[in-house]
């Protein structure tokens, strides 16, 4: 299969896309990110890569980093952290807290907002330095030491993250919150602010791809359980209300984050990154969508 053909005709052929959408402005230094950017990166487990377009410039990974988090949560052998936090998709939008309240203060799934903040709880008393352990694991998977916090990122949400401070107090209040508000929040804000390429997002999930195990280093980073959960979550609630969307026209497991980042994965095969900072009314990449859809149908590969 001509990989490298298809990836080059998928840009192409999402060219009109590309400028459409809208860049994530709740958080007002995403805003400033200009729309036309696009790359493709795509890493085969034989190691063979394939890319295009602005695949080596570093973007914001936002709710991307939802799944390093929850993987380093459960690699520490807690699979309590599903007492805590559900595995149903929620159907609602990523900073909803409408469930909350009825379901009390435990999330759908550890995907959406208040799912991550509970993951980041989990974290900071799991860690003595949760915030250097994560970006420690990150650095792992990539098989690099140089990824890094974006403070400007994380400061520009802060300002701005009421709905995310009414989801911890809420938890809080239900008793699935254990560390200090402001202190979680920070930490959740920094984990969501890390800046990182198609590139080195494609290395970091090959590892989901390779049931949880590194190509490289062939460190063993989940137990083939924990990489069969993880994956089934995202396959499920990886696009929150549009999961499903996704499951009909692309077929791969993956996740999504407003930086305009998609990455997804074809177990034993492949981890593709897509990044087009241009939003859908959902929050997903509208180009970068579309992109994985051509690209599922060119190469007539899916998880189905
Ligand atoms: O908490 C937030 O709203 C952002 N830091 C992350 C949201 C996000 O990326 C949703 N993804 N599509």
């Given at each position: 299969?001509?990989?490298?053909?298809i990836?080059?005709?998928?840009?192409?052929?999402?060219?009109?896309?590309?400028?459409?959408?809208?860049?994530a402005?709740?958080?007002?230094?995403?805003?400033?990110?200009?729309?036309?950017?696009?790359?493709i990166?795509?890493?085969t487990?034989?190691?063979?890569?394939?890319?295009?377009g602005?695949?080596?410039?570093?973007?914001?990974i936002?709710?991307?980093?939802?799944?390093?988090?929850?993987?380093l949560a459960?690699?520490?052998?807690?699979?309590?952290?599903?007492?805590?936090?559900g595995?149903e998709?929620?159907g609602?939008?990523?900073?909803?807290?409408?469930?909350l309240?009825?379901e009390?203060?435990?999330?759908?799934?550890p995907?959406?907002?208040?799912?991550?903040?509970?993951?980041t709880d989990i974290?900071?008393s799991?860690y003595?330095?949760?915030r250097?352990?994560f970006?420690?694991?990150?650095?792992r998977l990539?098989g690099q030491?140089?990824?890094?916090?974006?403070r400007?990122?994380a400061?520009?949400?802060k300002?701005?993250g009421?709905?995310?401070?009414a989801?911890v107090?809420?938890?809080?209040?239900?008793g699935?919150?254990?560390?200090?508000?402001?202190?979680?929040?920070?930490?959740?804000?920094?984990?969501?602010?890390?800046?990182?390429t198609?590139?080195?997002?494609a290395?970091?999930?090959?590892?989901?791809?390779?049931?949880?195990t590194?190509?490289?280093?062939?460190?063993?980073y989940?137990?083939?359980s924990q990489?069969k959960?993880?994956?089934?979550?995202?396959?499920?609630?990886?696009?929150?209300?549009?999961?499903?969307e996704f499951?009909?026209?692309?077929g791969?497991?993956?996740k999504?984050?407003?930086?305009?980042g998609?990455?997804?994965i074809?177990p034993?095969?492949?981890?593709?990154v897509?990044?087009?900072?241009g939003?859908?009314?959902?929050?997903?990449?509208?180009?970068g969508?579309?992109?994985?859809?051509?690209f599922t149908?060119?190469?007539?590969?899916?998880i189905f």
């Amino acid at each position: 299969m001509d990989y490298q053909k298809i990836i080059k005709e998928v840009s192409r052929e999402v060219d009109p896309l590309k400028c459409k959408g809208i860049v994530a402005d709740y958080i007002p230094e995403l805003a400033k990110v200009p729309k036309d950017k696009f790359g493709i990166y795509m890493l085969t487990l034989d190691q063979e890569e394939y890319c295009t377009g602005d695949c080596h410039e570093k973007f914001s990974i936002q709710s991307i980093s939802k799944v390093f988090m929850l993987a380093l949560a459960v690699s520490k052998g807690k699979e309590s952290v599903y007492k805590r936090v559900g595995v149903e998709p929620s159907g609602d939008p990523f900073n909803s807290l409408v469930q909350l309240e009825y379901e009390k203060g435990i999330p759908r799934n550890p995907f959406i907002n208040a799912g991550a903040l509970v993951i980041t709880d989990i974290l900071l008393s799991q860690y003595k330095d949760a915030r250097a352990e994560f970006l420690n694991y990150l650095n792992r998977l990539v098989g690099q030491e140089d990824l890094k916090y974006n403070r400007k990122i994380a400061a520009s949400e802060k300002a701005c993250g009421y709905k995310n401070a009414a989801m911890v107090n809420l938890m809080k209040s239900f008793g699935n919150i254990e560390n200090d508000v402001d202190e979680v929040l920070d930490l959740y804000f920094d984990f969501c602010s890390v800046d990182m390429t198609c590139h080195e997002l494609a290395k970091a999930f090959r590892v989901f791809a390779n049931h949880g195990t590194g190509v490289i280093d062939e460190e063993q980073y989940l137990t083939e359980s924990q990489y069969k959960r993880i994956t089934a979550i995202m396959q499920t609630c990886g696009f929150y209300d549009e999961a499903g969307e996704f499951a009909f026209q692309v077929g791969l497991p993956g996740k999504s984050g407003v930086g305009g980042g998609i990455a997804a994965i074809l177990p034993n095969e492949y981890s593709i990154v897509v990044w087009s900072p241009g939003l859908n009314e959902k929050g997903n990449s509208l180009a970068g969508m579309k992109a994985l859809e051509l690209f599922t149908t060119k190469t007539e590969t899916s998880i189905f």
